[in-house]
């Protein structure tokens, strides 16, 4: 009785179910946890105890098309339900050239000195809030004059989803977060808000070089920012390459070409554009896809929709539904 009556608080200030007196009889539980911990899981929800065989993505191998700053959390996540991730880093995300770089500087510039003024500050990825803040900041003499001036100024920062830890972590705050984590739920969100119409938004946003092609992604972006009555004013501020050559992912190939790989996971739409190259063109890309049935997977519907027109048309069966997290 009393050893019940110990397990019973215990689970009781775990914030578990009560056990029932037949917690320690085998015969009358074997389909129940163990333990009140069995009951615990991991951020990706699953039992940092569990058995391989209770891993959903167990042996499978998974190309990862994402650039080294976001690969690393998606193959972790994948690792952790069982897959063996194969990354392919389909494209860089790196600072500008020097010669790339005068337009950011002067407009830092001018906003500094109210020679012009914006309204909201639009960052549509992580890498953007980054790059900004990097050229702010040397322009100001170090990180904490550049945040104290951003959080003094009066401009409205905006950031999707997870992307806005990055400002929130420097003390400054995210003033619109859409529900839906993308950049024409950022424009949905600033029309319900009453923001966009007379809005000025400066908006921090790849420079896409080296073979590949810009998606429609940004172009869609300040377009839906000028029809909702808003000035968009683009603003490149990073560099968006090829992240790897064909030489370089010569296995990945190899095992893609003879059916090794379950499924490739895309978390943009240049991504698909740099896995082609480096994956012998777009022709052989469908015929392996196919002979294989190897799934594509996508981050987010405009990915997927990105996806499917880099493509030319390959069916996209997995489509993640938070923008937000790889989860």
């Known amino acids: 009785m009393n050893q019940h009556y110990e397990l019973h608080k215990k689970c009781k200030y775990r914030g578990l179910s009560p056990v029932n007196r037949h917690v320690n009889n085998p015969s009358t539980n074997t389909n129940r946890p163990r ?7 991991d951020s990706d929800g699953r039992s940092p ?4 065989n ?3 993505l167990q042996g499978k191998h998974i190309i990862v098309t994402a650039p080294r700053t976001y690969s690393q959390k998606l193959a972790a996540k994948l690792i952790n339900a069982g897959a063996r991730p194969l990354v392919v880093p389909a494209v860089q995300i790196t600072e500008l050239a020097p010669e790339d770089l005068t337009q950011m500087r002067s ?11 914006v309204t909201h500050i639009a960052f549509t990825s992580r890498n953007g ?15 904490a004059a550049g945040c104290e001036w951003l959080r003094l100024s009066g401009i409205r920062l905006c950031a999707l989803g997870a992307d806005g830890d990055v400002l929130t972590e420097k003390g400054l705050m995210v003033h619109v ?3 839906e984590a993308s950049t024409l739920g950022l424009v949905r969100e600033l029309a319900t808000r009453g923001e966009a119409r007379g809005a000025k938004v400066l908006c921090p946003v790849p420079l896409v070089t080296g073979g590949l092609v810009e998606p429609p992604v940004v172009p869609r972006f300040l377009q839906a920012l000028q029809d909702a009555g808003a000035e ?3 603003l490149p501020a990073y560099l968006t390459t090829l992240g790897c050559s064909p030489e370089e992912v010569s296995l990945e190939r190899r095992a893609l070409q003879e059916g090794l790989v379950a499924a490739v996971a895309f978390s943009s739409t240049a991504e698909a554009q740099g896995l082609l190259q480096v994956m012998g063109g777009a022709a052989a890309f469908a015929d392996v896809v196919t002979r294989h049935r190897v799934l ?9 929709e990105g996806v499917r027109n880099v493509t030319g048309g390959l069916a996209v069966g997995a489509v993640s539904r938070s923008f937000s997290t790889f989860d």
């Open 35 to 41: 333990s009140c911990r069995a009951l615990l899981r």
């Open 177 to 179: 977060s859409p529900p």
């Open 232 to 234: 968009s004013l683009r």
């Open 107 to 117: 407009t830092i510039s001018d906003l500094v000195a109210q020679r012009t003024s």
């Open 49 to 52: 105890l569990a058995r391989r």
């Open 129 to 143: 809030i980054f790059a900004f803040l990097d050229q702010l900041c040397a322009f100001l003499g170090g990180e």
């Open 54 to 56: 209770d891993l959903p």
């Open 296 to 304: 594509l997977a996508a981050h987010g519907p405009y990915t997927a």
